[in-house]
């Protein structure tokens, strides 16, 4: 739903600006595939150090 797309979002957020300082969030995507109940999760960052983008793609699927 929209709601857990929007609380998984900003937890992911919190927890990269909480844990790891040495980051800088670019670009953070919460998709959601209907077909299969499964969220893509696509997070950007920079190292503060540095201007080349890292973007990390995971899927998160349910169990049941």
Do not use: G, Q
């Amino acid at each position: 739903t929209p709601a857990v797309k929007v609380a998984l979002e900003r937890t992911i957020s919190d927890s990269i600006a909480c844990y790891e300082p040495r980051v800088r969030l670019i670009d953070l995507t919460v998709a959601e595939t209907s077909d299969t109940n499964d969220l893509s999760i696509t997070i950007t960052f920079a190292l503060k150090n540095t201007d080349t983008p890292i973007t990390i793609t995971t899927l998160l699927s349910r169990v049941r």
